[in-house]
């Protein structure tokens, strides 16, 4: 049973232009959500978060949007650069519940030059 | 200022045989937890241990794999008579576990197991 979805697999963007992962969630339960960015042959590392008080949270060329309502988040990325290709995690929590993760199966974003 | 170190980062073993797979926190973090990557899909949670406790293994198989983080040394991921299905890549990841840690985990490089 997938609590986290994301339902792209991959992406293209052009050098420049924003790139805009999806990701949507069914526990209700969960408050805290992540984002992952993973080359090949490496570990997953932590990009951004947003917890469930927000709706909204900015870091450089990052941005993470939630909408509770709908159990919906996505990342915004702008301008996207090239070093930005990699496979992105969304992965989600809940502070009440055991302390563990619960990814997406990853969108793959490759920005083209 | 070390992250979160995995090794062997690559392994082979014949079916049947066992694999042990070892991970080091970062300094300071308390918690591990282990995640299986199988190909062409996302990461699954397997286990949550901090020292000396197993507090959550709902995402461990049954059968053949066991987990333990002693007081000293690494937390070690253990399967035994390791099928091909076995094969994938095997993350850890560790954190503070403290409350104003939220809920981030580091992850180390992983650990590609491969079964022939």
């Known amino acids: 049973d997938q609590q986290v979805k994301q339902n792209s697999p991959s992406l293209s963007v052009q050098e420049g232009r924003i790139s805009i992962l999806n990701c949507d969630y069914t526990?209700?339960?969960?408050?805290?959500f992540l984002w992952y960015k993973k080359y090949p042959a490496e570990g997953p590392t932590f990009l951004i978060s947003i917890s469930s008080i927000k709706d909204k949270n900015e870091d450089g060329r990052f941005t993470v949007f939630l909408n509770k309502s709908a159990k919906h988040l996505s990342l915004h990325i702008v301008p996207s650069q090239p070093g930005d290709s990699a496979v992105y995690f969304c992965a989600a929590s809940s502070r009440t519940g055991a302390n563990n993760l619960f990814f997406g199966t990853g969108t793959r974003l490759t920005v083209i030059p | 200022n070390a992250g979160v170190m995995q090794n062997p980062r690559h392994l082979v073993r014949r079916r049947g045989q066992e694999a042990r797979l070892r991970c080091s926190p970062m300094k300071g973090h308390s918690h591990v937890y282990w995640y299986r990557q199988l190909p062409e899909e996302g990461l699954k949670f397997m286990v949550y241990l901090q020292k000396e406790n197993i507090i959550d293994e709902s995402g461990m198989p049954k059968e053949r794999f066991s987990a333990e983080f002693p007081k000293e040394g690494p937390s070690i991921l253990r399967i035994q008579q390791v099928v091909r299905g076995d094969s994938a890549a095997y993350f850890c990841a560790s954190s503070p576990g403290t409350p104003d840690s939220g809920n981030t985990i580091y992850f180390g490089e992983g650990s590609w197991l491969t079964v022939v």
């Open positions: 526990n209700s339960m969960f408050d805290y």
